[in-house]
């Protein structure tokens, strides 16, 4: 069975950093496209990043040059990297997954419709 995993969650005052990580089991990464969603209370979940199977990353416009994803095939693992940290990136934040998608043809923002395997998401919070 398909099944991802987030861990890294934390609390960090802003301008920090955090790394999540999601591993994977039931499938390979390589064949998927993977993805970073967030939903903050009383808002809908959003797109941060991505990444496809062809190498191409893609990155929501409130996240771009402060976000940075990443894929470890080896050990099946996809990774988050955050840095510049704001209060408004506070969030739970969840990995999910979806055979063939291409960014090529696929831009942000991504529906959330679109993939078909989530994780159980692990928790942002930055304060001021």
């Known amino acids: 069975q398909e099944q991802l995993a987030e861990s890294g969650g934390g609390s960090v005052q802003s301008g920090g950093s955090l790394t999540l990580s999601c591993a994977a089991s039931?499938?390979?990464?390589?064949?998927?496209?993977m993805a970073w969603f967030r939903q903050a209370p009383g808002s809908e979940r959003e797109g941060v990043a991505a990444?496809?199977?062809?190498?191409?990353?893609s990155y929501a416009d409130s996240v771009k040059g402060r976000f940075t994803i990443s894929v470890d095939n080896a050990k099946n693992t996809l990774y988050l990297q955050m840095n510049s940290l704001k209060p408004e990136d506070t969030a739970t934040y969840y990995c999910?997954?979806?055979?063939?998608?291409?960014?090529?043809?696929?831009?942000?923002?991504?529906?959330?419709?679109?993939?078909?395997?989530w994780g159980q998401g692990t928790q942002v919070i930055v304060s001021s």
């Open positions: 999910a997954a979806v055979p063939g998608l291409s960014l090529s043809y696929t831009p942000a923002p991504w529906s959330p419709g679109l993939f078909e395997i």
């Open positions: 039931g499938y390979k990464y390589s064949t998927y496209c």
């Open positions: 990444f496809d199977s062809d190498g191409k990353t």
